[in-house]
């Protein structure tokens, strides 16, 4: 059974930086497109960044181009998200999903709460 697990959130300055990790178990990892996506309350989850299957190919949401950094670690199968130079405006939970490309099911990990405030 495939299991997704976050782990690296807190709290961080502005300016700050902070990496999530995100641990996957129980599948083929190649084949699975891995997404982060954040809340924060009384908003609609969103999309963040994404990896697809192998890593060739990343996509970020444009407020955090050229600030986060998705990365995928095959031999341990994890996916990291890099935060750089950060604000308050990226405090939120943020999720780990991950979406099998054959079968189309997904899967969420349960969040990690990341606060940005001096």
């Known amino acids: 059974q495939v299991q997704v697990v976050e782990s690296g959130g807190g709290l961080v300055q502005p300016g700050g930086s902070l990496r999530l990790s995100c641990k996957f178990s129980?599948?083929?990892?190649?084949?699975?497109?891995m997404r982060w996506y954040r809340q924060t309350s009384g908003k609609e989850r969103e999309l963040v960044a994404a990896s697809t299957d192998g890593g060739g190919s990343t996509i970020y949401l444009d407020s955090v181009k050229g600030r986060f950094i998705i990365s995928r670690e095959h031999a341990k199968n994890m996916v990291y998200l890099q935060m750089n130079s950060l604000t308050p405006d990226d405090t939120a939970v943020y999720y780990c999903?991950?979406?099998?490309?054959?079968?189309?099911?997904?899967?969420w990990g349960q969040g990690t709460q990341v606060i940005v405030s001096s």
């Open positions: 129980g599948g083929t990892f190649a084949r699975y497109v």
């Open positions: 999903h991950a979406y099998d490309l054959w079968d189309k099911n997904t899967y």
